[in-house]
């Protein structure tokens, strides 16, 4: 008789300091199924696949594959299993290309000289059954998140893994690259590959998954089939109770201009053409602003030049009046630029630093914090970690002097944003702030951005997620290679209009306001 379960994980616990990661929970994926872990951040998914992929010993429980009791030691244990998993943050060599980082560990060798030419044949043959397209010969620091993505995608079927784990997978997608990954999830398990998949997006798991399990605070709260269940139910079951999927919020009431940007131009370092070509836009304070987009159109870019990590080619930068255009990010910082960055890990946290130490990055040089001497009021940085920890709702297993690299993504996004809110500046620049948080977590942010505009700042926000395109911002500017070709009304433009001017079918001439 055939083995129901592919993968059986039976009363796994693993933990940490101060904290039971996983609590004796038990998981059984079936061959061919597309099995979907839901939780709130810091529920103990990433830890539980962390587990199955060889990078944890658990302290307690058995793993099985088809039936028969394996133990993983390390990640090398998982591949030989035919176990891949595509992590959270994506673990790629940045100045490897991309063919590089797929064969990287299975190289084939012959008299000691790697041989590329079998390798380049095998990744694009795989490369178009999937329809996962990418460029071999880029380097990784040079492509964009989604396309990174399909280079793990790849990496794990190289391997000809069976049982594929996707670690948040489409956090860091676009609304097109979320189909076709969807479609690719379904055509892999069409083919016989199991799917382990965790998620905080309660749509796609209602649109791919066959079944989901639910984690809540590190204990196994129970399974369901999608096809029996609703959205709802599901998120009642991950945080415990209701949550509005919709932003409550007054009509935005603008007053003065805070950000008046003026012909501004960033030259991309890959190509010849600019990643920003001669934009200008004002945010007034009151209003949230929202720059749309596919990823890679010039948005991280704008947010460089307006942050001060690229110079700009040309153009002037106006914060409350003043020059901004040659200062340094630090004067950008006190003058009143808040930002909340796209890539949390690469610029927007020390990872070994402390959580205490990361929520003080940015202003540790104030009399609060330091003394005439030079050296740091301990005491104080304390008071003040503990204040945003408990105002923010950050979980860490350790509080102010965990560190910032153990906790969970959602945690980290939640600690950069009590430090940027805490900092009270006049124009909050806030990129992908929802990337990787849960449903419970995502109504707390945009809660947050709501508040930072009813206290009359302005809000820069930049998403790749249309619902929070349209149900947080109050007005929409849509970039396109690196241009705005349309400023919308939130309340009257469709999803569809928005993805014609996003995909450069269509374009206004513009003048933004």
Do not use: W
């Not at 962390?50 to 244990?77: A, M, W």
């Not at 991309?98 to 380049?120: C, H, M, P, S």
């Not at 923010?392 to 965990?402: A, F, M």
């Amino acid at each position: 008789m055939e083995q129901e379960y592919v993968i059986e994980m039976l009363n796994i616990t693993k933990r940490f300091p101060g904290i039971v990661a996983n609590d004796n929970i038990s998981l059984q994926l079936k061959k061919g199924e597309i099995h979907a872990l839901l939780g709130e951040n810091g529920a103990g998914k990433s830890t539980l696949m962390s587990v199955l992929f060889g990078l944890y010993p658990p302290e307690e429980g058995v793993i099985k594959k088809d039936g028969r009791e394996v133990k993983i030691n390390n990640p090398n244990d998982a591949n030989d299993l035919g176990i891949g998993m595509v992590h959270q943050h994506f673990k790629l060599v940045e100045c490897f290309t991309v063919l590089e980082n797929i064969i990287l560990g299975v190289e084939t060798t012959k008299g000691g000289i790697l041989q590329k030419d079998d390798a380049r044949k095998k990744v694009m043959e795989l490369s178009d059954k999937y329809g996962l397209a990418i460029d071999p010969d880029a380097l990784i620091s040079d492509i964009t998140v989604g396309m990174q993505q399909r280079t793990e995608i790849l990496k794990m079927l190289y391997r000809d893994n069976e049982i594929l784990i996707f670690d948040e997978p489409t956090a860091v997608l676009t609304p097109q690259e979320i189909k076709e990954l969807m479609q690719i999830m379904k055509n892999l398990a069409a083919e016989g590959k199991s799917i382990l998949f965790i998620s905080h997006k309660l749509a796609e798991i209602m649109e791919v998954a066959d079944r989901c399990s639910v984690l809540r605070k590190g204990k196994y709260i129970g399974t369901v089939n999608t096809s029996e269940t609703t959205m709802e139910k599901l998120s009642a079951m991950m945080v415990g109770r209701d949550v509005n999927f919709h932003v409550e919020k007054a009509p935005a009431k603008p007053a003065d201009v805070v950000l008046s940007v003026e012909n501004m131009t960033v030259a991309s370092k890959s190509h010849k053409k600019n990643a920003v070509n001669n934009v200008s836009l004002n945010v007034h304070a009151g209003e949230i602003v929202c720059i749309a987009g596919i990823d890679g159109n010039g948005q991280s870019e704008f947010v460089y030049g307006l942050t001060g990590l690229e110079p700009l080619a040309s153009g002037k930068l106006v914060l409350n009046g003043k020059d901004i255009t040659h200062d340094s990010i630090r004067k950008r910082n006190v003058a009143g630029i808040g930002h909340i960055p796209e890539d949390r890990h690469k610029h927007g946290l020390v990872l070994d630093y402390s959580l205490e130490d990361n929520l003080i990055l940015q202003n540790y040089f104030e009399e609060r914090f330091v003394n005439k001497f030079g050296f740091l009021k301990r005491k104080n940085i304390r008071d003040y970690a503990n204040k945003l920890i408990e105002g923010y709702d950050v979980r860490s297993g350790q509080g102010p002097i965990t560190r910032v690299g153990s906790m969970s993504g959602g945690n980290q996004q939640k600690a950069i944003i009590a430090r940027e809110i805490e900092r009270d500046p006049s124009l909050l620049i806030a990129v992908q702030p929802t990337r990787g948080l849960d449903v419970g977590a995502i109504e707390f942010v945009h809660k947050q951005l709501v508040a930072e505009r009813d206290a009359g700042k302005g809000v820069l926000l930049v998403s790749l997620e249309l619902d929070e395109v349209l149900d947080v911002s109050d007005r929409i500017l849509v970039m396109y290679e690196g241009e705005i070709v349309g400023e919308f009304d939130p309340k009257t433009v469709t999803e569809d209009e928005l993805g014609l001017y996003m995909s450069g079918a269509k374009r206004d001439e513009v003048t933004v306001k």
